[in-house]
């Protein structure tokens, strides 16, 4: 008689030995899965944007009131207010503070190098500076391609929802349509250390001004540090240097 579980033993090592048998005999295919899982997860990572985060600090001083001063004297203490500091929290997040560092930035355009496998941005060395709007709200947001065809002279090219534009033109001269207004001038200490025109291809977009201004809102971090009159501002941005940029501006 079979002692109990002895059946199940003998079933359990048959099955476990089929599969070793399995894999082995198809070990070709295991191995092309797993290279092409590995494959696809390293181009997935280099292909996706990395965020960089900058932080800065704020040390806000009390303001000056008479009664303020001989209050915060018998306190014992010379530090602002938990309602100056909410203010002046107020004021760093507000849209008409972060509207004007983004003018001053100039982050309506944003600007791309395109590579063989992955689509960079830049933020400063550009060989040129796009100065213009969009007149059908549709192009926010669409691509244009420009090639450098020499010390003067570009190539522009968009498609976007059925509308085509391919031409070449000057650094300088305005190009208008009833899409959009666009002036591009050439940087000429960049443009000069070119060696060959036409290899690079370059792209640039038209951001909407208000969905800038909502989305810095968004990614500005307002917290008070230990120390009872500091604010900590921090931001993540694709451009480091951009980030750092922005928080030196907005306080």
Do not use: C
């Not at 476990?16 to 797993?34: G, Q």
């Not at 932080?55 to 530090?79: H, M, R, W, Y």
């Not at 982050?107 to 941005?121: A, C, M, N, P, V």
């Not at 591009?184 to 036409?198: A, E, L, M, R, Y």
Request: aromatic letters at 12%; glycine letters at 6%; zero cysteines.
């Amino acid at each position: 008689m079979n002692r109990p579980g002895t059946n199940a033993a003998i079933i359990d090592q048959k099955d476990i030995k089929k599969t070793i048998l399995l894999v082995l005999k198809n070990w070709y295919w295991f191995f092309l899965f797993i290279t092409l899982g590995v494959g696809l997860s390293v181009a997935y990572l280099y292909q996706a944007t990395s965020y960089y985060g900058a932080e800065a600090k704020i040390l806000v001083k009390p303001q000056k009131n008479a009664f303020k001063d001989a209050l915060s004297e018998s306190l014992n203490s010379g530090g602002p207010s938990k309602d100056e500091i909410a203010n002046e929290m107020e004021i760093l997040a507000s849209s008409r503070l972060i509207s004007k560092v983004i003018n001053e930035l100039n982050l309506d355009i944003s600007y791309f190098i395109e590579g063989r496998l992955k689509t960079g941005e830049i933020y400063k060395g550009k060989p040129f500076v796009v100065e213009g709007k969009v007149l059908d709200e549709n192009f926010y947001g669409a691509s244009f391609e420009l090639n450098i065809l020499g010390q003067e002279k570009y190539r522009l090219a968009v498609e976007h929802n059925g509308f085509i534009y391919d031409e070449e033109n000057k650094f300088g001269e305005p190009v208008v349509n009833d899409k959009f207004s666009l002036i591009i001038n050439s940087d000429t200490s960049v443009i000069k250390n070119i060696k060959q025109f036409g290899d690079t291809k370059y792209l640039f977009t038209i951001n909407n001004h208000s969905y800038l201004v909502n989305e810095y809102q968004h990614a500005l971090q307002l917290g008070r540090s230990d120390e009872a009159s500091v604010i900590v501002l921090r931001l993540e941005d694709a451009v480091q240097e951009r980030a750092i940029d922005f928080l030196s501006l907005i306080h």
